[in-house]
C-alpha cells in the first residue's frame, strides 16, 4: 500500500503561541550574544542607513543607536581623514560591499563623537535575501589602537636596536627560533664583504674558514635545540679573504611566556689576541727551557771552577767574575724585544774596563746576534779579557788587543761569521800546559753553537783567536750540554 503523507493541520492559536514566544526568546538570546560580543557589529539597510549597534559599537563609537538610527554611518563615523579632508561615501570601501555584493576587508580611520580619531579593522558583508539580493550590510569592526601603539612601539625599539647595532664596534645578529639568522649589522657586511642576501638565514656558515665550518654549525643547531647559550671560536674571512680568529658568543631569547624566540650575538675578531696568546705559550716554553739551561750552565761553571782554582779566594773570585759574566749577557738579551743583541756592544760590556782610548781596537760591521749565540760570545769574552788582564796584552800598560770581525751573506740567509782576536805589546805567551774553562768555553761550547769552529794560537807575541761559523746555524747548542762538554 502507497504511504501517504498526513494532510497539513493549519497552527492552532496555541501553535501560533507558542511559536511567537519562540521567536521572542531566539530574539532575546541573539541580542544578548550581540550585546555582549567583544566586536562592535552594525546593520545597516539597503540604503546604508544603520538599523542596528550593538553595545560594544556603541562604546567604540560614542554614540548610541537612538544617535544613529536611520543615517548613513558613513556621516556619522567616517566622515572625515585625519588630515582634515572630507570624505565621500562614494571612496568608502565600508560602503562598497553592499553594491558590488562583495565583502570587504581592511583598516580605516573612524572619528569618535568626541571628535578624536581612531584606527579599525573592519569586515563589511552584504545582507541576501532568498533571491540573492543584497538588501543591507553587517560590519564588524574592531578597534586596533592599542595594536598600533605596539606595532609603532615595538618598531621604534626595533629602529633603536639597528641603530645601535650598527653603530656597535662588534658584530652583531639575531635569529629565530627555527635557527634563520633575519638579522646582522652593518659591522658584519663591512668586515666579511657579504651582501644581505648572502649572509641571512644560515650564509654566514659561508665566511667561516672551511675547516672550521663544521664545528661552528654543529655548535650553533645543538645550542638552539636545546634552547642554551653558546660560544665557538673559528676562522672567519674578512673582506680581503684573509681569515682570522673569530669568537662567536649568543644568548638565547625567551618571550613574556617564557617561549623561546632565537639568539641574539656577537663575534668579535680575536686574531691579535689568539697570536698573543701562542707568542705567550712560546715565551712559557722558552723560559722553562732557558731557566732549566741556566741552571746546568751555572752547575757547570761551579763544578769547573772548583776543579781548576788553587785557593779559595781564586774560586770565590773565579766563580763570581764568571756568574757576573753570565748575568750580564743575560740583561743584554732580556732588554732585546726581538732577542737579539750587538755584537759590539757585547765586546765592550766585558772590554770597557780595560779601555783608554787605545788599548781596545774593535773593527766590523753592524751585527745582530741571535739570543744563544749571543750569550756563548759574552762567556767566551769574559774569558778571554779575564785572561788578558790576568796574564796577556791587558796585564801590561803598553798593551792592547784588537778584533775585528766580518759577515759574508748567503742567499739562503745562512751568513758566514768569523771574528778574529789579537793581543799585541803584553808579556810573552807561551802555550799552557794544562786547559782552562775558557779554551773549553770557545772550542766546544762557542764552536758548536756556530755550527764552525774555534782555533786558539799561543805564539810569543799575544794570544790569536780565530772564531769562524753561521749566525743562524740549524739548530741551537743546546746548554744543558754545557756540563757534559766542561766535565769532560
Known amino acids: ?87 565621500p561615501l562614494e571612496d568608502c570601501p565600508i560602503d562598497r560591499a553592499f553594491p558590488e555584493r562583495n565583502r570587504m ?4 580611520t573612524f572619528v569618535h563623537k568626541d571628535g578624536s580619531f581612531y584606527p579599525v579593522a573592519f569586515t563589511a558583508s552584504p545582507i541576501r535575501d532568498d533571491l540573492g539580493n543584497p538588501i543591507g550590510t553587517i560590519i564588524e569592526v574592531r578597534g586596533i589602537a592599542e595594536e598600533k601603539a605596539r606595532e609603532t612601539a615595538l618598531r621604534e625599539s626595533e629602529e633603536r636596536f639597528r641603530n645601535m647595532a650598527d653603530h656597535a664596534p662588534v658584530m652583531m645578529w639575531v635569529t629565530d627560533a627555527g635557527g634563520y639568522c633575519n638579522y646582522l649589522n652593518r659591522a658584519w657586511y663591512q668586515y666579511t664583504g657579504q651582501t644581505v642576501e648572502e649572509a641571512r638565514g644560515y650564509g654566514w656558515l659561508q665566511a667561516t674558514h672551511p675547516d672550521d665550518r663544521q664545528d661552528a654549525e654543529r655548535i650553533f643547531l645543538e645550542a638552539n635545540a636545546a634552547h642554551q647559550a653558546f660560544r665557538v671560536e673559528y676562522r672567519l674571512r674578512r673582506a680581503d679573504g684573509a681569515y682570522r680568529w673569530a669568537i662567536d658568543a649568543a644568548a638565547p631569547r625567551f618571550g613574556p611566556d617564557g617561549e623561546f624566540l632565537g639568539y641574539i650575538g656577537s663575534v668579535i ?28 750552565t751555572v752547575q757547570s761553571i761551579v763544578n769547573f771552577t772548583l776543579k781548576t782554582s788553587e785557593t779559595v779566594e781564586a774560586f770565590n773570585e773565579g766563580i763570581s767574575n764568571r756568574i757576573s759574566a753570565l748575568a750580564r749577557s743575560h740583561s743584554m738579551l732580556t732588554s732585546k724585544p726581538d732577542q737579539t743583541s750587538d755584537l759590539k756592544t757585547i765586546l765592550m760590556t766585558e772590554l770597557v774596563p780595560y779601555d783608554d782610548g787605545r788599548r781596545i781596537r774593535l773593527e766590523g760591521p753592524e751585527l745582530g746576534v741571535p739570543g744563544d749565540v749571543a750569550m756563548a760570545i759574552a762567556m767566551a769574552v769574559h774569558e778571554l779579557t779575564t785572561n788578558a788582564a790576568k796574564y796577556g796584552a791587558l796585564s801590561s800598560r803598553d798593551g792592547h788587543v784588537e778584533i775585528s770581525w766580518a759577515v759574508e751573506h748567503g742567499a739562503d740567509s745562512e751568513h758566514s761569521f768569523s771574528m778574529n782576536w789579537l793581543e799585541r805589546n803584553g808579556p ?37 783567536v780565530l772564531i769562524r761559523g753561521r749566525l743562524h746555524a740549524p739548530a741551537s747548542y743546546p746548554y744543558a750540554a754545557f756540563a757534559k762538554d766542561l766535565n769532560r
Open 269 to 296: 675578531d680575536i686574531d691579535e689576541r689568539k697570536e698573543a696568546e701562542e707568542r705567550q705559550e712560546l715565551l712559557v716554553q722558552e723560559l722553562h727551557h732557558r731557566v732549566k739551561n741556566n741552571l746546568a
Open 105 to 108: 576587508q581592511g583598516e580605516e
Open 1 to 87: 500500500m502507497e504511504h501517504l503523507s498526513p494532510p497539513h493541520k493549519p497552527l492552532s492559536e496555541s501553535d501560533q503561541t507558542s511559536e511567537h514566544l519562540n521567536e521572542k526568546e531566539l530574539r532575546r538570546q541573539l541580542n544578548a550574544i550581540l550585546d555582549n560580543a567583544s566586536v562592535s557589529i552594525f546593520l545597516m539597510n539597503e540604503h546604508q542607513q544603520c538599523t542596528y549597534m550593538n553595545a560594544a559599537a556603541e562604546r567604540l563609537t560614542g554614540y548610541t543607536l537612538q544617535e544613529t538610527r536611520g543615517r548613513a554611518l558613513h556621516d556619522v563615523v567616517h566622515h572625515t581623514h585625519p588630515d582634515g579632508r572630507h570624505y
Open 428 to 464: 810573552s805567551v807561551t802555550e799552557p800546559t794544562k786547559r782552562g774553562f775558557g779554551s773549553i768555553l770557545l772550542e766546544r761550547v762557542l764552536g758548536r753553537q756556530l755550527g764552525g769552529s774555534v782555533q786558539i794560537a799561543y805564539p810569543p807575541t799575544g794570544v790569536q
